[in-house]
């Protein structure tokens, strides 16, 4: 047993857990936050990526304890505040970018991070982001509409 500590959505974190436990584990038994979905368990669906110091990762493939000390974000920290959403949030919203929404909260952490680097994206550079992540509700079109939306409405924020 080893004691992991980590900041989740600027709230530390700690517990004694089982060297195997894998981060996406702890972010949903640990710290109680149930957004992180794990669909495939293997890092190829992208459903359970979350924010490790900023970069998009894959949390069923890092155990908890490799992410000790690590700044960890999930969909829940995204928002600004209670009850407001972020902006790329909003636009998913406005450009109805989700169905069933369980790839949706790794979609919006990886995009999140791509937006952040490539603040004025292009089409196809915005696919070419989104290829690791999987949904089979949406043909993605929408998807891409939102992160498209959210670019320019950062530009003009």
Known sequence: ?????????GRRHSAT?????LLSDFIRHEAMLAGTH????HGVCGACTVLVDG??????LI???QAEGSAITTIEGLAPAPGQLSLLQ?????????????????ILTTMTAFLAENPAPTEDEVRDALSGNLCRCTGYQHIVDAVML?????AEA
């Open 1 to 9: 047993m080893n004691r992991v500590t980590l900041t989740i959505n």
């Open 17 to 21: 857990v089982e060297p195997r436990l």
């Open 38 to 41: 794990v669909g495939c368990e």
């Open 55 to 60: 970069q998009p990762m894959r949390s069923c």
């Open 63 to 65: 155990f908890a304890i």
């Open 90 to 106: 909003q636009a998913f919203k406005d450009s109805h970018a989700l169905q069933c929404g369980y790839c949706t909260p790794g």
């Open 150 to 154: 959210a670019a320019k409405r950062m």
